[in-house]
């Protein structure tokens, strides 16, 4: 065994000494070349995606989105080019002069950008989203020395040229472009720039270099609704000032074509981004699904039109414990067209019954309610009916005047307008067309027949009856001089919160079509819980009439009654 | 004499290299004038469409010729529509 001690000449000569620093010198690029290697070979899809992401991060808040745009070409919904201002501290030459002009062309406080200043290291954002004036103003300084230092960073900011009008169902776009809500949310591939092939590298802080072949290749489609601006502003005035003067919670009015299905005004108010009440608000309709029933038993032939119902004395006893009164009349009798001008819950109630459950859940079904009408939008309510085999005599009576049975705005104004259109139930539709950039149009409303509802002979019977309720029952403030309207008042009780019907809480509403002889619009008028007292035909129906009469003139729809003054 | 040749075209070439190069910085800066001056009239235009879109809003147009010219809208009635 070779035995060493301290003094030994083999651990501490100069050679040795030479080679272990020689060994430390080579372990150093050895350990960092290791490391690398391991990188490149098993980290490199790791840091490949930690990259892109940060790219593509970036290219969302920049990329084009595309318009949504009203059924003539309006632009409700544009995405603009706006600039960032920043500013890069190293560069700028006067700080006294840079920020005097940044807060006097921004109408910032000097302060504000002072602090700003102060806590950001050497880069930091004045201002996002500027005006484009103001950009002009920054950009024209920006090669000059008092713009030195100063950064315009593009990116896209979503306006509404028409500001709140039909944002209900526009809904909203996030800062980075992605749609949140109503069709921004719906059609946000559609909308969306292709970004996995726009090429582009984030080379510095505010600055993209794009591929240019690239550059300008836009594959993002424009969504052209069925909605027509204008019919939407007339329906959204109406609407506000209704809601405004009766103290309502919420309004709703559609407007709708009969023979196409297509809404071409869907206002609710107060509007909230993406949060359309014309498909997601439910409720117990009341008079107005007196429509349902009756056409439901003139079709089924249990009732006729020249039927007399007898009213049991204003106050029927359906079951031991639950009466019906009817206090708007003083008859004992009532022709099925006086049942519907007056309004009679005893005699729907009658009518309903002697239909049967069975039947009457099946022409309910029929019209489409408690299904999704398809319409794709989101958060729509199916509504709700429950199987009539589950149906007790007073549920049927009920349902016969729009109780216990929760339906959305757009199943009833479509069923209104199976009426209308002789008894064919049509797809409603909202999205009229998509055109991509490179010329292809995918169109999406085409005119569907879902089903035939009602025989035409049952549609014309109710058109007289609907005409009767509007000339001389209680939907005669929807009158029209020169135009025959069909239509039905409702007035709905709501249900508390400690459980039953609430005697001051009600949604008054109004739906009908017009002109009858050749039926151009279906509206329908909602008011949810106004604070002053109101019923479906003192307060809905005006507002159908103002709805209508400017629809009419603006379409130059011929006037169907002959002998007008 | 052959040195000095060398030397001549050496001088020649640099003057050749520092003249392309003053040429391509200043063209950059033309350029970037250019795009500059691109980029504010792009805006201004943006801005214009954006006062077309605002200001043919229906609820303006109403209000304009309301307080303008006093029009109101005409009864439904009074159209008279020609049969196409």
């Known amino acids: 065994m070779l035995k060493r001690t301290l003094s030994s000449p083999v651990v501490f000569n100069i050679k040795n000494r030479m080679r272990v620093l020689g060994l430390l010198v080579l372990v150093c690029p050895l350990v960092i070349f290791i490391r690398l290697f391991y990188m490149q070979t098993f980290l490199h899809e790791a840091f490949t995606s930690k990259a892109e992401r940060a790219i593509y991060n970036y290219l969302a808040e920049d990329r084009l989105r595309g318009k949504i745009l009203d059924v003539n070409g309006r632009a409700l919904a544009e995405s603009v080019r706006t600039h960032s201002c920043g500013i890069s501290k190293r560069y700028v030459k006067d700080k006294t002069k840079t920020v005097d002009f940044l807060a006097q062309t921004l109408g910032l406080s000097k302060n504000y950008i002072l602090e700003k200043w102060k806590e950001s290291g050497n880069f930091f954002f004045v201002a996002k989203k500027i005006k484009p004036d103001n950009y002009i103003k920054i950009a024209e300084i920006l090669r000059t020395p008092l713009g030195q230092g100063l950064e315009l960073t593009p990116e896209y900011e979503r306006i509404h040229p028409y500001e709140d009008s039909a944002l209900d169902i526009i809904g909203a776009a996030n800062s980075k472009n992605f749609g949140l809500s109503g069709i921004e949310q719906m059609y946000n591939k559609e909308l969306s720039q292709d970004i996995s092939r726009k090429r582009a590298k984030h080379i510095r802080r505010g600055e993209i270099i794009y591929d240019r072949k690239l550059k300008e290749d836009v594959s993002v489609g424009n969504v052209y609704l069925t909605i027509d601006a204008v019919a939407q502003y007339y329906a959204e005035k109406a609407l506000r000032k209704a809601v405004t003067e009766l103290?309502?919670?919420?309004?709703?009015?559609?407007?709708?074509?009969?023979?196409?299905?297509?809404?071409i005004a869907a206002a609710s108010y107060p509007v909230k981004d993406g949060q359309s009440l014309a498909f997601q608000f439910t409720y117990e309709p009341g008079s107005t699904f007196k429509t349902i029933a009756l056409s439901a038993a003139l079709d089924a032939g249990t009732a006729h039109v020249t039927d007399s119902i007898d009213m049991e004395g204003r106050k029927w006893e359906v079951v031991k414990g639950f009466t019906i009164r009817d206090n708007q009349h003083d008859k004992n009798f009532l022709s099925i067209a006086e049942m519907m001008q007056l309004s009679s819950n005893i005699g729907a109630g009658k009518i309903a019954l002697e239909l049967g459950a069975k039947d009457l859940f099946y022409y309910i079904k029929a019209f489409g309610f408690g299904t999704k009408t398809d319409i794709n939008f989101n958060g729509e309510s199916k509504g709700s009916i429950?199987?009539?085999?589950?149906?007790?005599?007073?549920?049927?009576?009920?349902k016969g005047y729009g109780y216990?049975?929760?339906?959305?705005?757009?199943?009833l104004i479509n069923a209104y307008s199976a009426i209308a259109n002789r008894g064919i139930l049509m797809q409603p539709h909202l999205v009229d067309r998509i055109e991509y950039a490179n010329g292809k149009i995918d169109k999406r409303a085409k005119p569907i027949k879902i089903r035939r509802v009602l025989k035409e002979e049952t549609t014309a019977t109710m058109k007289k009856i609907l005409q009767s309720v509007v000339e001389n029952g209680s939907g005669k403030r929807a009158r029209i001089v020169g135009y025959n309207v069909?239509?039905?008042?409702?007035?709905?009780?709501?249900?508390?919160?400690?459980?039953?019907?609430?005697?001051?809480?009600?949604?008054?509403?109004?739906?009908?079509?017009?002109?009858?002889?050749?039926?151009?619009?279906?509206?329908?008028?909602?008011?949810?819980?106004?604070?002053?007292?109101?019923?479906?035909?003192?307060?809905?129906?005006?507002?159908?009439?103002?709805?209508?009469?400017?629809?009419?003139?603006w379409k130059g729809v011929k006037p169907d009654q002959l002998d007008f003054e | 004499m052959p040195i000095f040749r060398l030397m001549f075209i050496i001088a020649i070439l640099a003057f050749l290299v520092v003249w392309v190069r003053t040429e391509v910085?200043?063209?950059?800066?033309?350029?970037?004038?250019?795009?500059?001056?691109?980029?504010?009239?792009?805006?201004?235009?943006?801005?214009?469409?954006?006062?077309?879109?605002?200001?043919?809003?229906?609820?303006?147009?109403?209000?304009q010729a309301k307080e303008q010219f006093g029009f109101v809208p005409l009864h439904p009635s009074r159209v008279v529509v020609l049969d196409k």
């Open chain 2, 25 to 63: 910085d200043r063209s950059g800066r033309a350029i970037g004038k250019l795009q500059n001056e691109v980029e504010v009239k792009e805006a201004r235009n943006q801005y214009l469409k954006l006062e077309i879109l605002r200001l043919s809003n229906p609820q303006t147009i109403s209000q």
């Open chain 1, 247 to 263: 103290g309502a919670e919420h309004g709703i009015a559609l407007v709708q074509e009969p023979a196409t299905g297509r809404l």
């Open chain 1, 486 to 553: 069909a239509g039905k008042t409702g007035t709905a009780e709501k249900l508390s919160k400690e459980g039953g019907y609430g005697k001051r809480s009600h949604v008054v509403s109004f739906c009908g079509f017009l002109p009858v002889t050749d039926p151009q619009f279906t509206i329908l008028v909602i008011l949810d819980n106004p604070s002053k007292y109101a019923f479906g035909g003192t307060a809905a129906a005006p507002v159908f009439k103002e709805i209508a009469e400017p629809l009419l003139t």
């Open chain 1, 386 to 398: 429950t199987p009539y085999n589950k149906w007790t005599k007073v549920d049927t009576v009920t």
């Open chain 1, 404 to 411: 216990g049975v929760a339906v959305t705005p757009i199943q």
